[in-house]
């Protein structure tokens, strides 16, 4: 699983002008689910969106998390963070498959409404053509991307 987390002043999603969602401070997290990608891989995920210190307190730099400060954050469902370029042409053949993947996404999105505060999690439309709106901060941008199985045995273990 892939997570594109940006520091944002605002974000918001829209489908044919309709406003779907809408944050203001916070994280718009841009999220890739891959075909052999399992909940150990959404529990990584929401852990490390929850716990990264990309805000300032008191002038000094990464100090508090989105959740130490309450703030909200809109997730993306972005099957195109899977991709491999075929000569010039992207090929999505490893994101995986649209019913699965969006359980896997619903998943992921119930555990960081249960890990968090479930009314500061907003979402997309999942495989509809959005437009996102990113007023980002900084720019703060971190990619995240969950461990083998081996490796995740490695994290747990340390």
């Known amino acids: 699983m892939r997570a594109v987390i940006q520091r944002v002043r605002a974000a918001k999603v829209t489908v044919l002008d309709e406003l ?9 997290v841009l999220v890739g689910i891959k075909s052999s990608d399992t909940t150990t891989d959404v529990e990584y995920l929401v852990r490390k969106i929850l716990a990264l210190r990309l805000f300032e307190e008191e002038g000094k730099r990464w100090q508090k998390s989105v ?70 901060d900084g720019p703060v941008t971190i990619e995240l991307e969950s461990p083998l199985p081996k490796q995740i045995e490695e994290c747990v273990d340390k």
């Not at 779907?20 to 718009?28: A, H």
């Not at 505060?117 to 996102?132: C, S």
């Open 20 to 28: 779907i969602s809408s944050i203001g401070p916070g994280l718009c």
């Open 67 to 136: 959740k130490d400060l309450q703030l909200d954050i809109l997730c993306v469902s972005q099957f195109t963070l899977y991709h491999r370029l075929k000569g010039n042409k992207p090929d999505f053949s490893a994101a995986m498959k649209g019913d699965e993947a969006n359980q896997l996404y619903n998943h992921f999105l119930d555990r960081l409404r249960q890990s968090y505060d479930a009314t500061k999690i907003k979402d997309g439309k999942f495989g509809a053509y959005m437009q996102v709106h990113i007023e980002n």
